[in-house]
Protein backbone atom coordinates (compact mmCIF):
# COMPACT_ATOMS: atom_id res chain seq x y z
CA UNK A 1 0.00 0.00 0.00
CA UNK A 2 1.46 3.37 -0.89
CA UNK A 3 2.67 5.56 2.10
CA UNK A 4 0.72 9.11 2.32
CA UNK A 5 3.03 10.11 5.76
CA UNK A 6 -0.05 9.45 7.54
CA UNK A 7 -2.63 11.46 5.93
CA UNK A 8 -5.86 9.25 5.24
CA UNK A 9 -8.15 10.02 2.37
CA UNK A 10 -10.79 11.42 4.93
CA UNK A 11 -11.09 14.37 6.08
CA UNK A 12 -11.47 14.44 9.49
CA UNK A 13 -14.27 17.13 11.07
CA UNK A 14 -14.87 17.16 15.32
CA UNK A 15 -17.92 16.78 15.75
CA UNK A 16 -17.85 19.19 18.72
CA UNK A 17 -16.30 22.30 16.06
CA UNK A 18 -19.14 21.66 13.69
CA UNK A 19 -21.97 21.76 16.33
CA UNK A 20 -20.21 25.28 17.63
CA UNK A 21 -20.54 26.39 14.36
CA UNK A 22 -24.01 25.56 13.27
CA UNK A 23 -24.88 27.19 16.47
CA UNK A 24 -23.28 30.88 15.64
CA UNK A 25 -25.07 30.29 12.13
CA UNK A 26 -28.64 31.47 11.41
CA UNK A 27 -30.31 31.48 7.73
CA UNK A 28 -32.19 34.36 6.69
CA UNK A 29 -34.81 34.22 3.68
CA UNK A 30 -37.03 37.18 1.74
CA UNK A 31 -36.08 39.37 -0.83
CA UNK A 32 -35.54 42.97 1.30
CA UNK A 33 -34.22 40.86 4.31
CA UNK A 34 -31.28 39.60 1.90
CA UNK A 35 -31.16 43.10 0.65
CA UNK A 36 -30.82 44.83 3.13
CA UNK A 37 -28.52 42.24 4.65
CA UNK A 38 -26.00 42.60 1.74
CA UNK A 39 -26.00 46.33 2.03
CA UNK A 40 -24.74 46.26 5.76
CA UNK A 41 -22.70 43.67 6.43
CA UNK A 42 -21.99 41.18 3.49
CA UNK A 43 -19.11 40.15 5.61
CA UNK A 44 -21.56 38.11 7.43
CA UNK A 45 -22.90 35.74 4.27
CA UNK A 46 -21.74 31.91 4.52
CA UNK A 47 -23.35 30.96 1.84
CA UNK A 48 -26.23 31.71 -0.25
CA UNK A 49 -29.37 29.82 -2.59
CA UNK A 50 -31.16 32.17 -5.10
CA UNK A 51 -33.77 30.96 -7.87
CA UNK A 52 -33.35 32.19 -11.26
CA UNK A 53 -35.99 34.70 -11.16
CA UNK A 54 -34.52 36.87 -8.34
CA UNK A 55 -31.00 36.97 -9.67
CA UNK A 56 -31.05 39.94 -11.82
CA UNK A 57 -31.90 41.67 -8.65
CA UNK A 58 -29.27 40.44 -6.59
CA UNK A 59 -26.48 41.17 -9.67
CA UNK A 60 -24.44 42.86 -7.33
CA UNK A 61 -24.14 40.78 -4.34
CA UNK A 62 -23.93 37.82 -6.90
CA UNK A 63 -20.88 39.58 -8.54
CA UNK A 64 -19.39 40.84 -4.57
CA UNK A 65 -20.02 36.55 -3.49
CA UNK A 66 -17.66 35.56 -6.73
CA UNK A 67 -15.39 38.09 -6.34
CA UNK A 68 -14.82 36.91 -3.02
CA UNK A 69 -14.95 33.28 -3.10
CA UNK A 70 -18.06 32.85 -1.21
CA UNK A 71 -20.35 30.07 -1.81
CA UNK A 72 -23.58 30.11 -3.80
CA UNK A 73 -25.79 28.43 -5.68
CA UNK A 74 -28.79 29.39 -8.12
CA UNK A 75 -32.05 26.42 -7.47
CA UNK A 76 -35.20 25.39 -7.82
CA UNK A 77 -38.16 26.59 -5.59
CA UNK A 78 -37.89 23.11 -4.06
CA UNK A 79 -34.21 22.88 -3.34
CA UNK A 80 -34.98 26.42 -1.67
CA UNK A 81 -37.50 25.76 0.16
CA UNK A 82 -34.78 22.82 1.88
CA UNK A 83 -31.95 25.02 2.32
CA UNK A 84 -34.41 27.76 3.49
CA UNK A 85 -36.51 25.23 5.81
CA UNK A 86 -39.80 27.25 4.39
CA UNK A 87 -41.70 27.49 1.23
CA UNK A 88 -42.07 31.18 2.30
CA UNK A 89 -38.39 31.99 1.03
CA UNK A 90 -39.13 34.68 -1.42
CA UNK A 91 -36.63 33.14 -3.65
CA UNK A 92 -33.39 33.86 -1.89
CA UNK A 93 -31.60 32.53 1.53
CA UNK A 94 -28.44 33.52 3.16
CA UNK A 95 -26.95 31.28 5.59
CA UNK A 96 -25.25 33.90 7.86
CA UNK A 97 -23.38 34.39 10.91
CA UNK A 98 -24.88 35.35 13.58
CA UNK A 99 -24.08 38.72 15.22
CA UNK A 100 -23.00 38.68 18.79
CA UNK A 101 -25.72 40.60 21.47
CA UNK A 102 -24.76 43.18 23.62
CA UNK A 103 -25.93 43.60 27.40
CA UNK A 104 -26.93 45.89 29.04
CA UNK A 105 -24.01 47.99 29.60
CA UNK A 106 -22.27 47.44 26.24
CA UNK A 107 -25.86 48.93 25.03
CA UNK A 108 -25.45 51.81 27.58
CA UNK A 109 -21.84 52.26 27.05
CA UNK A 110 -22.42 52.98 23.23
CA UNK A 111 -25.31 55.61 23.79
CA UNK A 112 -24.09 57.50 26.70
CA UNK A 113 -24.08 60.88 24.31
CA UNK A 114 -27.87 60.12 22.75
CA UNK A 115 -29.85 63.04 23.95
CA UNK A 116 -33.18 60.83 22.75
CA UNK A 117 -32.78 57.14 22.40
CA UNK A 118 -35.55 54.56 22.82
CA UNK A 119 -35.40 51.16 23.65
CA UNK A 120 -37.89 48.63 23.48
CA UNK A 121 -37.67 45.68 26.13
CA UNK A 122 -39.98 42.26 25.81
CA UNK A 123 -41.01 40.21 28.78
CA UNK A 124 -42.42 36.96 27.96
CA UNK A 125 -42.37 37.60 24.15
CA UNK A 126 -41.15 34.75 20.85
CA UNK A 127 -43.29 34.45 18.51
CA UNK A 128 -41.30 35.28 15.44
CA UNK A 129 -43.78 37.04 13.48
CA UNK A 130 -44.54 39.42 16.50
CA UNK A 131 -40.86 40.22 16.92
CA UNK A 132 -40.48 40.65 13.36
CA UNK A 133 -43.38 43.58 12.83
CA UNK A 134 -41.96 45.06 16.41
CA UNK A 135 -38.29 45.39 14.82
CA UNK A 136 -39.60 46.62 11.14
CA UNK A 137 -41.86 49.67 13.69
CA UNK A 138 -38.91 49.98 15.44
CA UNK A 139 -36.20 50.53 12.25
CA UNK A 140 -39.17 53.20 11.09
CA UNK A 141 -39.56 54.91 14.61
CA UNK A 142 -35.66 55.34 14.68
CA UNK A 143 -35.20 52.73 17.83
CA UNK A 144 -31.57 51.48 18.37
CA UNK A 145 -32.36 48.69 20.62
CA UNK A 146 -34.38 45.68 21.36
CA UNK A 147 -33.93 43.83 24.94
CA UNK A 148 -34.88 40.15 24.89
CA UNK A 149 -34.05 37.24 26.77
CA UNK A 150 -32.52 35.40 24.07
CA UNK A 151 -31.50 37.82 21.37
CA UNK A 152 -31.22 34.78 18.95
CA UNK A 153 -35.21 34.81 18.77
CA UNK A 154 -34.30 38.21 17.14
CA UNK A 155 -32.11 36.90 14.45
CA UNK A 156 -34.52 34.23 13.31
CA UNK A 157 -35.36 34.07 9.71
CA UNK A 158 -39.19 34.04 10.36
CA UNK A 159 -38.68 37.21 12.23
CA UNK A 160 -35.85 38.80 10.13
CA UNK A 161 -38.26 38.00 6.99
CA UNK A 162 -41.28 39.82 8.44
CA UNK A 163 -38.84 42.82 9.59
CA UNK A 164 -38.18 43.37 5.66
CA UNK A 165 -34.75 44.74 6.25
CA UNK A 166 -35.82 46.44 9.66
CA UNK A 167 -33.01 43.94 11.89
CA UNK A 168 -30.38 45.42 10.34
CA UNK A 169 -31.03 48.46 12.16
CA UNK A 170 -31.86 47.54 15.46
CA UNK A 171 -29.22 46.27 18.22
CA UNK A 172 -30.24 43.00 20.17
CA UNK A 173 -29.89 43.26 23.70
CA UNK A 174 -29.35 40.42 25.70
CA UNK A 175 -31.05 40.43 29.13
CA UNK A 176 -30.58 37.41 31.40
CA UNK A 177 -32.41 39.70 34.66
CA UNK A 178 -34.94 42.12 33.63
CA UNK A 179 -35.02 44.04 36.79
CA UNK A 180 -31.30 44.38 37.23
CA UNK A 181 -31.34 45.60 33.55
CA UNK A 182 -34.13 48.25 33.73
CA UNK A 183 -32.79 49.63 36.99
CA UNK A 184 -29.02 49.98 34.88
CA UNK A 185 -31.09 51.85 32.34
CA UNK A 186 -32.63 54.38 34.92
CA UNK A 187 -29.74 54.98 36.38
CA UNK A 188 -28.24 56.21 33.43
CA UNK A 189 -31.02 58.37 32.69
CA UNK A 190 -33.80 56.12 31.04
CA UNK A 191 -37.33 56.51 31.92
CA UNK A 192 -39.43 53.14 32.11
CA UNK A 193 -42.93 53.21 30.48
CA UNK A 194 -44.87 50.48 30.90
CA UNK A 195 -48.12 49.35 28.64
CA UNK A 196 -51.21 48.27 31.44
CA UNK A 197 -55.04 47.28 30.86
CA UNK A 198 -56.15 49.23 33.33
CA UNK A 199 -55.19 51.76 35.60
CA UNK A 200 -52.78 53.59 33.94
CA UNK A 201 -52.49 57.03 32.31
CA UNK A 202 -54.03 57.40 29.15
CA UNK A 203 -51.47 57.80 26.43
CA UNK A 204 -52.95 60.36 24.95
CA UNK A 205 -51.78 63.07 27.67
CA UNK A 206 -48.55 60.97 28.88
CA UNK A 207 -45.21 63.24 28.20
CA UNK A 208 -42.88 60.51 26.15
CA UNK A 209 -39.44 61.06 27.77
CA UNK A 210 -36.54 61.56 25.04
CA UNK A 211 -34.78 58.62 26.90
CA UNK A 212 -37.15 55.75 27.45
CA UNK A 213 -37.54 52.20 27.63
CA UNK A 214 -41.13 50.87 26.84
CA UNK A 215 -41.60 47.39 28.20
CA UNK A 216 -44.09 44.87 26.38
CA UNK A 217 -45.29 41.29 27.19
CA UNK A 218 -46.76 38.91 24.48
CA UNK A 219 -50.20 40.59 26.10
CA UNK A 220 -50.87 43.06 28.37
CA UNK A 221 -51.41 41.03 31.56
CA UNK A 222 -48.32 39.39 30.77
CA UNK A 223 -45.99 41.71 32.08
CA UNK A 224 -45.20 40.35 35.29
CA UNK A 225 -45.89 42.57 38.72
CA UNK A 226 -42.09 43.12 39.09
CA UNK A 227 -41.75 44.75 36.01
CA UNK A 228 -44.78 46.85 36.40
CA UNK A 229 -43.84 47.78 39.91
CA UNK A 230 -40.33 49.16 38.11
CA UNK A 231 -42.06 51.39 35.88
CA UNK A 232 -41.78 55.41 36.42
CA UNK A 233 -44.97 55.80 33.96
CA UNK A 234 -47.81 52.72 33.16
CA UNK A 235 -49.86 54.03 30.35
CA UNK A 236 -53.07 52.42 28.79
CA UNK A 237 -53.95 52.46 25.04
CA UNK A 238 -57.52 53.40 24.58
CA UNK A 239 -59.98 52.21 22.73
CA UNK A 240 -63.72 50.82 22.59
CA UNK A 241 -63.73 48.28 24.84
CA UNK A 242 -65.01 45.54 22.15
CA UNK A 243 -61.44 43.40 22.89
CA UNK A 244 -59.90 42.87 25.93
CA UNK A 245 -56.24 43.79 24.47
CA UNK A 246 -53.93 44.82 21.13
CA UNK A 247 -51.85 42.15 19.72
CA UNK A 248 -48.19 43.13 21.06
CA UNK A 249 -46.75 44.20 17.41
CA UNK A 250 -49.70 46.62 17.30
CA UNK A 251 -49.34 48.07 20.62
CA UNK A 252 -45.75 48.34 20.24
CA UNK A 253 -46.44 50.43 16.83
CA UNK A 254 -48.70 52.52 18.56
CA UNK A 255 -46.16 53.36 21.22
CA UNK A 256 -43.20 54.30 19.22
CA UNK A 257 -45.07 56.20 17.27
CA UNK A 258 -45.85 58.39 19.76
CA UNK A 259 -42.66 58.57 21.31
CA UNK A 260 -41.39 59.50 17.68
CA UNK A 261 -44.07 62.24 17.30
CA UNK A 262 -43.44 63.87 20.83
CA UNK A 263 -39.37 63.41 20.86
CA UNK A 264 -38.08 63.61 16.88
CA UNK A 265 -41.15 63.61 14.46
Not at 161 to 180: N, P, S, Y
Not at 193 to 200: A, E
Request: charged share 20%; with cysteine; aromatic share 6%.
Amino acid sequence: MPDHGGISGKSQIDPEQLRRQRAEETRVYGENACQALFRNRPDAIVWAWFEQAVTPRFRDALRWMAANRKAYHVVEDDELAKASGTEHHGGVCFLIKKRAGLDADGYLAAAAAQQQDCVLTLEQVSNPHNLGAMLRSCAHFGVNGVMVSDSALLDSGAAVRTAEGGAEHVKAIQCDDVLQDLQRFQRSGYTVVTLTGNGGTSLSTVKMPARTVLVLGEEVSALSEAVLSQADIAVTINGSGRVPSLNVSVSAGILLAEWWRQNRG
